[in-house]
């Protein structure tokens, strides 16, 4: 997949896995990186589908409607990925943080969905829940953040919190923080996460 790795200043930080909002790519996410943790390793990627010419992590039937099988390839993809990446840039694979957007906060949710061990933690902004139809695994004491929107038109406040009932109910350590930007990712959502960030990870 293409990526961007940057060695963090302090090694025994995790590294920060970015993952953009459709029609990002690789350096979307990197200025918010910065403000969450600026001594941590960043492996940035970009997905691998693409809808009109837009960079995305999974093919989507239309607004909202996901791809079911795409979405379990694709995860497994990314999975395979950063295992792949962290040996071949030597960082600590169990200590890997997402933050993902939108899309990309979609598929970092999936791979929580499908992965026991997969993320120490997770920052999803304006995430969906990725799907209904597979069992969780155990997610205890995994941190996710989650930024949502009261009045975000593609993620309504029922599915936010659907989305952090499933993940609290397999034992995860879930915070939703909300605001009422719409889908927007807004610098007060991010200080939020950063706070979180400092208390979590
Ligand atoms: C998705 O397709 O993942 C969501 O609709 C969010 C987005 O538009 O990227």
Redesign the pocket.
């Known amino acids: 997949m293409k990526h961007i790795f940057i060695q963090g200043k302090d090694p025994i930080k995790p590294t920060l896995v970015l993952l953009h909002?459709?029609g990002g790519d690789e350096q979307s996410l990197l200025s918010l990186a910065d403000l969450i943790d600026p001594e941590a390793s960043i492996l940035s990627i970009r997905g691998n589908v693409l809808e009109n010419g837009m960079p995305?992590?999974?093919k989507?039937v239309a607004?909202?409607i996901?791809d079911l099988e795409d979405l379990e390839k694709r995860t497994f993809e990314l999975k395979e990925f950063i295992d792949k990446a962290a040996d071949q840039y030597e960082f600590d694979r169990k200590k890997c943080v997402a933050i993902g957007y939108?899309?990309g906060a979609?598929i970092a949710a999936s791979l929580l969905f499908y992965f026991e061990t997969v993320l120490q933690g997770a920052i999803l902004h304006?995430p969906?829940v990725p799907r209904r139809d597979i069992l969780l695994p155990d997610l205890t004491g995994i941190p996710v953040f989650i930024g949502a929107g009261t009045n975000d038109p593609?993620c309504a406040p029922e599915e936010t919190n659907e989305l952090r009932d499933m993940l609290q109910t397999k034992g995860a350590d879930v915070t939703v923080h909300w605001d009422h930007f719409g889908h927007q990712l807004t610098m007060k959502e991010v200080e939020k996460a950063a706070e979180w960030y400092h208390k979590f990870i």
Request: charged share 20%.
């Open positions: 909002g459709t995305r992590f999974f989507r607004e909202g996901f939108s899309n979609n304006h969906m593609l």
